[in-house]
C-alpha cells in the first residue's frame, strides 16, 4: 500500500491511466486530496468502481492526533503519528499577516545541535513529500483555519531530506491541489551549503531562513557539528552568493545563550559579517530544554545584542514567542510524550 498523497499531479494521472481510467480523473482525485479528504468515499464526483481500485493500491497518508496542546495565544501543538508510528511535531500559530504552521521534515534528526531537543536521539527517518504535505491537512482539518504560511522548521534538517522537502513543495504549490504560492513558504537548513546552492536554482521564490546562533567558527562549531563540516566563512560565502543569485533576503536565525554567544562582541562579529548583505537577523530567545544545560539570556541581553546590531545597520527582529506556556518548541512534545 502506498501513500496516495506522494503522487504529484502528473504521476496520479499516470496511475490512473495504468488502471484503465482517463487523465482527469487524476486530476480530480488530485483536487480532492488538496482539500484534505481523509478518505475516498468522500470523493463524490469519482465513480464507485475507481473508488474501489483506489482502495486496493494506496492508502490516504493524514497523520492521526497523538496529543493536541492549546496555547492561550491560539498556538496549537500537535503530536501527529504516521501509519508505521513515526511521530513528529507541527505548530500552528496565529500571525498579523495570516495563519501559519510550523511542520517538520524529518522524524528526529542526525545534525547534533547541542541545544536542541529533536536531535537527542538521532534521526529516525525522513519524511516523503506526502508526509510533509499530510501535516498541512492535518492540521487545517483540526483547527479548521487556512493555513496560508509554510515553515519547514520543525524536526529535522530539510536539505538533509532534499528529494523529498522538493517534492513536498511541488504538491503544496500545485495550482489544482493546495495551490500556496512559493514566496509563502520558509524552508529553515542549519547551513549545508550544497543544500543552500541547489534551492537558490531550483526554489527562487521560497524563503531561505539559515540558523547561525553564533558570530564565528569557533563558537559555531560549540553548539553545532555541521560547522565541522561547512565551516563559517565558506556558509557565509554560500548565503551571499544565495543573495546574489535569488534577489531575496536571508533570514539568519539566531538563538541568544546565556555566557555562549550573546556578548557585545559577538554582536559586533556578526554585524561585520552580515554588511552589506541581503539579511534579516531574527533573534530567538532560547528554549530552555530538559537535558541540556544552555541558559535563554536575559532579556537586557537580548536588547543589547539587537540594538549592537542596528547601530551596525542590520535588520533585526526578536522572534515573539508564541506558545511558550504549551512547550511549542523543537522536539519537546515528542520526547515528552
Ligand atoms: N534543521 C533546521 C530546521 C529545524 S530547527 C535548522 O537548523 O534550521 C528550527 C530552528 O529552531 C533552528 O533555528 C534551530 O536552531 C532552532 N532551535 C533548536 N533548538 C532550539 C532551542 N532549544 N531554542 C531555540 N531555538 C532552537
Redesign the pocket.
Known sequence: MNNILDLNRKELAEALTGLGEKPFRGTQVFEWLGRGVSSFAEMTNIPASLITKLKEDYYIGLPEVVKKQESKDGTVKCLFRFKDGTEVESVFMKYSYGNSICISSQSG?R?G?T????TMDGLERNLTGGEMLGEVLAMRNLTEEEIGHVVI??M???FDNYEELSRFINLIHDEKGYNLGLRNITV???GIIPGIKEFGDAFPQVNL?V?L?APNQEIRQRTMPVAKKYEYEELMAACREYTEKTRRRITF?Y?VIDGVNDSESCAKELADHLKGMLAHVNL?P??E?KGRDYKQAAGESVRRFKDTLERRGVAVTIRRTLGADIDA??GQLRRNN
Open positions: 534528526c545534525m545541535c541545544f536542541c531537543a529533536s522548521m520543525g529535522g534538517e530539510p529553515s537548513t542549519c531562513a540558523s546562533h536565525e538563538a530567538i532560547l528554549n530544554v518548541a523543537c
